[in-house]
């Protein structure tokens, strides 16, 4: 006997499945090439389900992208003013890493909306992201007035990390080609984060190489 409870457990889980079958799909063929019907199948739902649930391919396509956004965001919402700057920079180099490690096609689909000027994507960036960049900028500024840092732009120093980052994810296809590897080799990880960290880190630490006299 079913019951409110484990109703509503089921069509959550339909809902996560039509979520990731639409990511695998339009990462591979965009908005306008992945089919509904397609990404239902992927699902193992009807399709008469999947509207049930996202009133339009547009709906499905935004409210993926609205939950890659939040997963790429939630390590930068743990920046406290309290921190070891050297301590929440490396964390969120290797956190970022990892999301770029198991989701590179995620990455892929969020950069290609980027590239198309964000068109479905504006009002949330101008929203939720600007309020949390905004909010994250204080917090390095906290960090330079203490003395933990240099005096550094916090945007661009946010700028560089998701560049650093998200680029084994957007361009894994140029890394392996060039180097041989992929960040899921735990080797080649752990020398990426480690490089980073170095190169960001000399960048904008009182002493490093990054400091001007």
């Not at 965009?30 to 699902?43: F, M």
């Not at 945007?155 to 590897?181: K, M, N, P």
């Amino acid at each position: 006997m079913t019951t409110p409870t484990t109703r509503a457990a089921a069509s959550e889980a339909r809902r996560e499945r039509i979520l990731e079958a639409a990511l695998s799909l339009f990462s591979r063929f965009g908005l306008r090439g992945a089919r509904l019907d397609r990404i239902a199948e992927t699902a193992g739902v009807s399709k008469s389900n999947l509207l049930y649930h996202f009133a339009s391919k547009q709906a499905l396509y935004i409210a993926v992208l609205q939950a890659l956004l939040e997963s790429w965001l939630e390590p930068m919402r743990a920046f406290r003013e309290d921190q070891d700057p050297a301590e929440a920079i490396s964390g969120y180099i290797r956190t970022k890493l990892e999301l770029s490690r198991d989701c590179a096609e995620a990455s892929r689909l969020f950069c290609l909306e980027m590239v198309q000027g964000a068109p479905l994507l504006k009002q949330t960036l101008d929203r939720e992201l600007r309020a949390l960049v905004e909010e994250k900028t204080e917090v390095i500024r906290s960090w330079v007035a203490r003395g933990a840092l240099i005096e550094v732009d916090p945007h661009h120093l946010i700028y560089l990390l998701w560049g650093a980052t998200q680029h084994y994810a957007d361009f894994a296809v140029q890394v392996e080609a060039l180097s041989g590897r992929t960040l899921a080799d735990p080797a080649f990880l752990e020398e990426t984060a480690a490089s980073i960290e170095h190169i960001v880190l000399r960048g904008v630490l009182p002493g490093g190489a990054g400091e001007r006299g």
